[in-house]
Every structure is written in C-alpha cells, then in structure tokens.
C-alpha cells in the first residue's frame, strides 16, 4: 500500500489512535483523508485535505450512505471502538451487545461496504485496529475480549476473500495505550504516534499483522500453549 495520495477512510477519528491515524497518513502525504465519527464537528478544521465526515458503524443505512459518497477511497483503517468493561456472565448485556455491535457488526458493515470501492480503485488496503484482547482476556474485559477475538477472525477471513482482488488486510494489535479510552488508569502504556507510526510501516511493506508491542507478541506467543500458560498470573 502506497501512502502517498492515497484516499483514506479513518473510523473514529475525531480522538485517540483515530486522530493519530489522520496526522500521520497526511504527514506521509495522503492526498485525502474522510475523518469519520459520529461528531464530525470535532475534527479540527484548516487542512482541507481531511474531510469530516458523519459515520456511526453501528447504523449500516450511515455506512451505506457514505460508501456512496466517497468513492475514491483506497485505504480503510476501522478504528473505531468502545470498551464498556462488562464481564460476560454477570454484565450487562445491552453493553455485551454494543461491543459486538461495534467491533465485529460494524467493521464488517463498513468492509463489506467498501471492498467493491477498493476494488475498482486497484485494490487498495483495509487496517483493523484490534487488540491484546483479540488473544487473552482479564476478569472486567470479557465483552471487549470476545468482540475482539471476533473481530480478528474478521481480519483473517477477509484477508483471503479479499485476496483476489488485490486488497491488503492487516490487522494491527496492542496493549494498553495512551488514548480517552484508558485516560485515568495509571498504568504502562503505549505511545498512540509510536503505534501507528509502525501500523502505516505495516502498510507500506506489505503485512498481514503488526504486534505494536512486548507485551502483545509475548501472549500471542503463549497461544500454542495450554490455556493454564496463558491464565496462570491472572487474578480471579
């Protein structure tokens, strides 16, 4: 995937890693870059490269209606994303059904919307933002978990429909990070522009999948491994 004047599609890019997505692909030189969210009011004017634009993923009539607006995109990052910190058996099951809603629902609504796009525009590229919770889960995070884990295999079924015609699909893991999503929670984190930084490096050569930290690639190492190697130092 070439970044420069490429067309891209950001998802929640009005804050956090969204934002830092849009910096850094006009930064490369990105000819046009559709800053996506449900508060497009919020995107920073003066570049009119980027393009504010209204989507909640959630709506599939919002995704639909922007895939027949922006046709020239070539580049799709689904960013967007919620964290309602719901267990699975004792949660609350409207915030279970918005993870799924969001993770898995919506980033499938927005690929299936745009894979054609892609594919008359040369293929092109579609950038998952997933997680360290796509491969292991902690008491509090069930929900998010389980929406993530989805989503990867998202990211791998596509990547093999997609092959045919050309289209990249890369899925992009990490820990915790310095967002609004954990702001308050004092914890080691990533830095979001070092994260997306190697995300774009991704792209650009080629691959299917960046691990964007240590802590990331030591679990998915552990995956082979009985679960007990994974769970071993998790409090209950």
Same mark, same amino acid.
């Given at each position: ?8 599609? #950001? ?38 490269r ?24 070539d580049l799709v ?26 993770h ?13 796009i ?10 998952? #933002?997933?997680?360290? !919770? ?37 899925g ?22 070092? #994260? ?5 490096? !991704? ?29 071993? !130092?998790?409090?209950?």
């Amino acid at each position: 995937m070439e970044l420069r004047n490429a067309t891209a599609l #950001v998802t929640g890019a009005n804050r956090g890693l969204g934002a830092e997505f849009v910096r850094q692909l006009i930064e490369r030189g990105a000819a046009k870059v559709y800053a996506a969210t449900r508060r497009p009011e919020t995107i920073a004017g003066g570049d009119t490269r980027i393009v504010p634009t209204y989507l909640d993923i959630t709506n599939d009539a919002t995704v639909v209606d922007l895939a027949g607006t922006a046709t020239d995109v070539d580049l799709v990052i689904n960013n967007a994303g919620v964290a309602t910190m719901q267990n699975l058996v004792s949660g609350d099951l409207d915030a279970i059904r918005l993870e799924l809603a969001t993770h898995f629902w919506g980033t499938l609504s927005v690929t299936r919307a745009f894979a054609p796009i892609l594919a008359r525009n040369g293929g092109g590229a579609i950038l998952n #933002v997933l997680s360290i !919770g796509s491969f292991q889960v902690f008491p509090g995070n069930g929900a998010y978990a389980a929406a993530k884990a989805a989503e990867w295999q998202l990211t791998n079924s596509t990547r093999l429909e997609l092959a045919g015609q050309g289209t990249q699909v890369l899925g992009l893991h990490l820990s915790a990070t310095d967002t609004d999503m954990l702001d308050g929670i004092d914890m080691p984190k990533n830095n979001p522009a070092d #994260v997306i930084r190697q995300a774009l490096d !991704g792209l650009e050569f080629g691959l299917d999948e960046v691990l964007a930290d240590a802590e990331t690639r030591a679990v998915k190492a552990l995956l082979a491994q009985p679960p007990g190697a994974m769970y071993s !130092g998790v409090e209950q």
